[in-house]
């Protein structure tokens, strides 16, 4: 058997970093077992279309590093692959299951399912009532025959056995069981015609021949449904894997309202790729336990559904910074650069030139937990300060500092060695000739140089700024900052 998975998302705008969860999990499992990765837009649901949200969607998966091997940007045998182009399909089979006795036309107004459903509110559950309600069930033949001929609307429900156990496998929970009669009669095909996602939902992955369907824990009160959708059709249940629910830190869903919910978001934030898919990969499975950090590859390679964890993953925002800064460390100084120099050249920033560049990065990334900090930590490397943090240089400020610094300053002017090493030794043997501890001139130094009192070791920075930007620096300092 060929392993064949979906993602099947509704274009309601963005990619969500749970749908990214989702579709990541459909890719390393196809991958880890040499199957195909299908892409199906779901877009049954008119009313939340949003005008370019496949696009999007494609795009944030591209980016992501997620392939598929058919899709509607890509075609395929079993296409179309958006839903929206497959209407007349769901009418077929839906008629279907009206012949086989398994679905039913229901005539009732929307103020008598109001009314009905009114009726029920004190249970706090709805479900249809098929057997007070107006439908094929409760019609003869020839009433029914005579209100679709008159034009009333209808809709196609779902006759589900009220007694029967429906049972299914998920790969993750095990065996679940629900009790027919917990399940409402859904509708399948709405009275414009339209199907309803489980409808579709169900037709595409037989027609697709999907195997495996693994998807967001929310459709797991669908699946029963699904289930009974199948048998009703004869057709073989794909094996089904309902993934954790992410939750914010406090343990409520993931929300907008606690924080960024779209990938693109992460991506505008400075999170690199393959940071960000090892974080998401990790939310609700870790292949070993003992380790954080995985290559895609390792991803494809460990990846067992089995090992899939019930409980909801918290999204952890330190933890993604914590799991980007480790990449930032691995990367190469060209790959930081390529990185970074198209963003700060869109924000106009002067970066001197690409060398510089990375000699700047490779001083400061293990003081930076993400590329888009640098140019704030290290502007002072790229331009002269204008603003100096007086009252740390206070603090460290000495009534020698004042007849010391301009003996420094031209001691500094004699210095032919302008590499860190030999710079230190000069200022420790200057330091110690004037008797003066040499914090009280690195301190009050690195402020007249970076405008900072932080910042990375003080005279690998001064010999990257270079010797005349050093001096220009303090003399300016010197002629114009005034310490009262
Ligand atoms: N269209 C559904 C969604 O938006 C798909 C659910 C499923 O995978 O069955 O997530």
């Given at each position: 058997?060929i392993?064949?998975?979906?993602?099947a998302p509704?274009p309601?705008g963005?990619?969500h970093v749970?749908?990214l969860r989702?579709?990541?999990?459909n890719?390393l499992?196809?991958?880890?077992h040499?199957?195909?990765?299908?892409?199906?837009?779901?877009?049954?649901d008119r009313t939340?279309l949003?005008?370019?949200?496949q696009?999007?969607?494609?795009?944030s998966?591209?980016?992501?590093?997620i392939?598929?091997?058919?899709?509607?940007?890509?075609?395929?045998?079993f296409?179309p692959?958006?839903?929206?182009?497959r209407?007349?399909l769901?009418?077929?089979?839906?008629?279907?299951?009206?012949?086989s006795?398994h679905?039913?036309y229901?005539?009732d107004t929307?103020?008598?399912?109001?009314?009905m459903r009114?009726?029920?509110?004190?249970?706090?559950?709805?479900?249809?009532?098929?057997?007070l309600?107006?439908?094929?069930?409760n019609?003869?033949?020839?009433?029914t025959?005579k209100?679709i001929?008159?034009g009333?609307?209808?809709?196609?429900?779902?006759?589900?056995?009220?007694e029967q156990?429906?049972?299914f496998q998920d790969?993750?929970r095990?065996?679940?069981?629900v009790?027919?009669k917990?399940?409402?009669d859904?509708?399948?095909l709405?009275?414009?015609?339209?199907?309803?996602?489980?409808?579709a939902?169900?037709?595409?992955?037989?027609?697709?021949?999907?195997?495996h369907?693994?998807?967001?824990?929310?459709?797991?009160p669908?699946?029963?449904?699904?289930t009974?959708?199948?048998?009703a059709?004869?057709w073989?249940v794909p094996?089904?894997a309902?993934?954790?629910?992410?939750?914010n830190k406090?343990?409520s869903?993931?929300?907008?309202?606690?924080?960024?919910?779209a990938?693109?978001?992460?991506v505008a934030?400075?999170f690199?790729?393959?940071a960000?898919?090892?974080f998401?990969a990790?939310?609700?499975?870790?292949p070993?336990?003992?380790r954080?950090?995985?290559?895609?590859d390792?991803l494809i390679?460990?990846?067992?559904?089995?090992?899939?964890?019930?409980?909801?993953?918290?999204?952890d925002?330190?933890?993604?910074?914590?799991v980007?800064?480790?990449?930032?460390?691995?990367?190469?100084m060209?790959?930081?650069a390529?990185?970074i120099?198209?963003?700060?050249e869109?924000?106009n920033?002067?970066?001197?030139?690409?060398?510089?560049?990375k000699?700047?990065?490779d001083?400061?990334?293990?003081?930076?937990?993400?590329?888009l900090?640098?140019?704030?930590?290290?502007n002072?490397?790229?331009?002269?300060?204008t603003?100096f943090?007086?009252?740390?240089?206070?603090?460290n400020w000495?009534?020698?500092?004042?007849?010391?610094?301009?003996?420094?300053?031209e001691?500094l002017?004699t210095q032919?060695?302008?590499t860190?090493?030999p710079?230190y030794e000069?200022t420790?043997?200057f330091?110690e000739e004037?008797?003066?501890?040499?914090?009280?001139?690195?301190?009050?130094l690195?402020?007249?140089?970076?405008?900072?009192?932080?910042?990375?070791?003080?005279?690998?920075?001064?010999?990257?700024?270079g010797?005349k930007e050093?001096i220009?620096?303090i003399?300016y300092?010197?002629a114009n900052?005034s310490?009262k």
């Amino acid at each position: 058997m060929i392993v064949r998975v979906r993602f099947a998302p509704s274009p309601t705008g963005y990619l969500h970093v749970g749908g990214l969860r989702t579709a990541l999990y459909n890719y390393l499992f196809a991958r880890h077992h040499g199957g195909k990765m299908i892409l199906r837009i779901e877009d049954t649901d008119r009313t939340r279309l949003v005008e370019g949200a496949q696009e999007n969607l494609i795009k944030s998966l591209e980016w992501a590093g997620i392939n598929f091997d058919e899709g509607p940007h890509i075609g395929g045998d079993f296409g179309p692959y958006i839903q929206s182009e497959r209407f007349d399909l769901y009418k077929k089979y839906g008629m279907e299951l009206i012949e086989s006795g398994h679905a039913y036309y229901a005539f009732d107004t929307p103020e008598e399912i109001d009314a009905m459903r009114e009726k029920q509110k004190s249970t706090g559950d709805f479900k249809y009532q098929r057997d007070l309600m107006k439908n094929s069930l409760n019609l003869t033949t020839e009433e029914t025959k005579k209100q679709i001929e008159e034009g009333h609307p209808y809709v196609i429900r779902m006759k589900v056995p009220h007694e029967q156990e429906i049972v299914f496998q998920d790969i993750i929970r095990g065996e679940v069981k629900v009790i027919g009669k917990e399940v409402d009669d859904q509708v399948l095909l709405k009275s414009d015609g339209f199907p309803t996602y489980h409808l579709a939902n169900v037709v595409d992955d037989h027609l697709m021949q999907i195997t495996h369907v693994i998807r967001g824990e929310e459709w797991l009160p669908s699946t029963p449904k699904h289930t009974l959708l199948y048998r009703a059709f004869g057709w073989d249940v794909p094996e089904f894997a309902h993934l954790p629910l992410l939750l914010n830190k406090d343990k409520s869903k993931l929300s907008k309202r606690q924080g960024d919910v779209a990938v693109e978001d992460y991506v505008a934030k400075g999170f690199f790729k393959d940071a960000f898919i090892n974080f998401i990969a990790l939310l609700g499975w870790n292949p070993t336990g003992d380790r954080e950090i995985y290559s895609f590859d390792e991803l494809i390679e460990f990846f067992n559904l089995e090992k899939v964890n019930k409980a909801g993953a918290v999204f952890d925002l330190e933890k993604l910074t914590w799991v980007n800064a480790q990449y930032l460390r691995t990367k190469s100084m060209d790959e930081l650069a390529d990185y970074i120099i198209p963003y700060l050249e869109s924000q106009n920033q002067n970066y001197i030139n690409r060398d510089f560049l990375k000699q700047v990065i490779d001083l400061f990334k293990e003081r930076i937990e993400n590329m888009l900090d640098l140019y704030e930590t290290t502007n002072y490397m790229f331009a002269k300060p204008t603003e100096f943090d007086l009252e740390a240089l206070k603090k460290n400020w000495k009534e020698e500092t004042t007849e010391i610094m301009p003996k420094y300053l031209e001691f500094l002017k004699t210095q032919s060695d302008w590499t860190h090493s030999p710079l230190y030794e000069a200022t420790k043997i200057f330091c110690e000739e004037q008797n003066f501890k040499i914090k009280f001139i690195v301190n009050p130094l690195r402020i007249m140089i970076t405008g900072s009192s932080k910042g990375a070791g003080m005279f690998e920075t001064m010999e990257l700024l270079g010797k005349k930007e050093c001096i220009d620096r303090i003399e300016y300092f010197w002629a114009n900052i005034s310490l009262k």
